[in-house]
């Protein structure tokens, strides 16, 4: 399936904190384990996997095995730094204190159902903690789905301040003028397009103008 | 610290002090030295308002000293909320300021005969109670301000807002901070009652010309102590993740799990939850010129709380924690920041636990008094209770007693205290520390300080019902030794994982204290809190039925899991045998 596609260079991921918090959707092979989408599809480093992130919940199910929770079309993965407090210490792979949330935590039983799934699919990803900063520039610039509408809120209240975040912005290759009212009016509102995100070196700014 | 100040505040002529030597409370410090007087001389079954409960203060063992992050103060008496033993813990200035000083505690005994209100001043040299109604019904703020102006910017101190004065039973006792801002409260269980039914509106802490305590092993205790701080800097939780976006970092992940009580504890999840998010509200603080990284006290090296301004930049609130947050936010269906920090700034100023404060209000929007979701309403009905209407006075009593006066079933409260922030269906395991904690539903007293070095879940089988038993005992239990120590409880996380400073921790008690404490011997002092507390709840009248969570967590399932709360009424008994 195409999407129209939007690039914004921007300063500061500022604009983009929410959303990342309430799910962004990406493009996945699903079928393969957590640590397989992590590692080989979304570039994370194995020993960024052990030390950084030290929650996962995949469907609101806290995860302790990441090597054989598998992900399929549609899930809804979260993920965290480690977490404080007794429920946050609770929520960690393979925390001792596990049993307290026995009832709901992920079980591989449940995995092996579809495992046999492959092909294309969607997920949702959210991101918690630090990993908002040190996961999400990857994921924006990579590529995001996202609905126009909710981008339109976001480009309109951004480029409406007397110093936007936001330095330039293409569709479909084309720049936009940022003070656009109109910039993806084109667009229907239940539209989804196909988004990458990409913060700016300022460096690279010179009288108004990007260079690349 | 050799002495305690008694000051009985029934004197025949008016209230009378002294100060004695700890005699029998000699090695105790923090929860330690308020449960054991409490149990021994406070009557289990005394009216808390009367003049036979006693409000103790108590600096940890390791207050005033250079140890970092050992600023708590424990405030114990008979709870007028519960009805059973409370500890209250605060942090702010003033347990590392009395230490200094020299004292094991503060117990203020005996009751005014008039409706006088006093101010006690304690420096170096002298102790003074004196009778001033001019700080009657004084907002904390408004308060601390004169407290300022007389007796200049280093005083600490300890107070009650309006709601003490009025003798709520969700009132709080405010310590000020490095601010000197009323901005931290020792909140739970009324203890801000039992000071204003004392007479007692403040008390000032002076310690110009206190020298820090020294340790017995200098050399030793100052390897201890960069050795843990080295801990608590590099762990995630107390080096990153708290300094960043303090506690409020909990709410995206406690709502993704299902676990996040929303509407008077009706849902597991709420839709606003990224709103009102830490991640958010760093951000928010940060591009008004607040802080989203501050101490409470001098020696925090975690740094976890900060400061919240308003629209234009001034100074609100400090940074609402995750209780708060989700109490006045999630639970009553409100996502809007800035509301939020409102009635954090209210609950502060009137003297009132947050917590308490926000599972009230979502009960009286379960009465239908406001609309979920309606932050101005509940601010209103905050306004009442510093007013002290006849509705603010219901309020201001708690949730259960709201709930009562308004015919509402579903009240989320154990012995008489509000639900924390996690709903025990999801947690099951919190829900057992909510069952059978001796101070009510509390979060805090099953803390997760253990580790395999004290023998905690290591053994336990993660899908066997009777490790949450087990392990909420033990967590208890070493919980309340943290307690007496005057160390913050988010020395837990470095703890929890890193054995090397867990070890860090226990050289450095034992420079300072000249002792050769093991992991045992902390295991065995939280477990004589513990024992005097459930002594003491027994002798007051509880029995096994008082530990239990209301019946609806039974009844209702809770999205999106579908589950309920299966932890068996026989093994809620076996947690404090």
Known sequence: MSYNQVTIKTIDLLPFYGILQQGIAKNINPGCTLKQLLCDQFNISPNYIETRIKTA??????????????????????????????????FRKNSILSAFRRNISYRDFVAKKDASQNGNGKITIKLFNLLVNEIGPGLLESGILFQSEQLINIIKTECSKKESLFKSIKINGVNQFLKNDRILCNFKNDEIVFLKVQLFQYEHFFNGEVIT | MDKILRINMGGLQGPEFKETSLEAYEGLGGRAMT?????????????????????????????????????RLSIGCKSPLTGTIKEANAGGQASLMLAKLGYAAIILEGKPVDDNIYKIVINKNTVQVEEDNSLKLLGNYDLIAKMKDAFGKKVCCISIGP?????????????????????????????????????????????????????KNPEKFQAANKEFVAGIKKHAVSGEGLPAYGTNVLTNVVNEAGGYPTHNFKKGQFEGAAKISGETQAQLEISRGGKATHGCHTGCVIQCSGIYNDKNGNYLTKQPEYETVWAHGGNCGIDDLDAIAQ????????????????????????????????????????????????????????????????????VPVVKGQALPAYDPRTVQGIGVTYATSTMGADHTSGYAVATNLLNVGGSVDPLKPDGQAELSRNLQISTAAIDATGMCLFIAFPILDQPETFQALLDLMNSFLGTNLTSDDVMELG????????????????????????????????????????VSDEELDEVLN
């Open chain 2, 35 to 71: 449960s054991t007087v409490i149990s021994k001389e406070v009557p289990p079954v005394c009216h808390p308002l009367s003049a036979e409960n006693k409000l103790v203060i108590a600096p940890g063992l390791m207050s005033g000293t250079a140890a970092v992050m050992s600023g």
């Open chain 2, 343 to 410: 009635m954090d700034r209210l609950d502060d100023d009137f003297g009132v636990d947050t917590i308490e404060m926000g599972v009230t209000i979502g009960v009286a929007m379960e009465a239908g008094l406001i609309p979920f979701g309606d932050a101005e309403g509940a601010i209103n009905l905050l306004k009442e209770v510093g007013k002290g209407t006849p509705l603010g006075r219901i309020l201001g009593n708690g949730a259960a007693f709201t709930g009562k006066a308004y015919g509402v079933e579903r």
């Open chain 2, 163 to 215: 709601a003490g004065e009025m003798k709520m039973s969700a009132a709080s006792i405010a310590v000020t901070d490095k601010e000197q801002r009323p901005t931290r409260h020792a909140a739970r269980g009324g203890v801000g009652a039992v000071m204003g039914a004392k007479g007692v509106k403040v008390i000032v802490i002076d310690d110009e010309g206190c020298a820090t305590r020294k340790p």
């Open chain 1, 57 to 90: 919940f995949l469907n609101q199910k806290p995860v302790d095995n990441y090597d054989s929770a598998i992900v399929h079309d549609k899930d809804t993965l979260a993920l965290s730094g480690a977490m404080p407090g007794l429920v946050g210490a609770t």
């Open chain 2, 527 to 566: 477990k004589t809190i513990l024992k005097n507390e459930k002594d003491f709840n027994i002798r007051a009248g509880f029995v096994s039925s008082h530990d239990r969570l209301p019946g609806f967590f039974k009844k209702e399932s809770l999205l999106p899991h579908n589950i309920t709360f299966d």
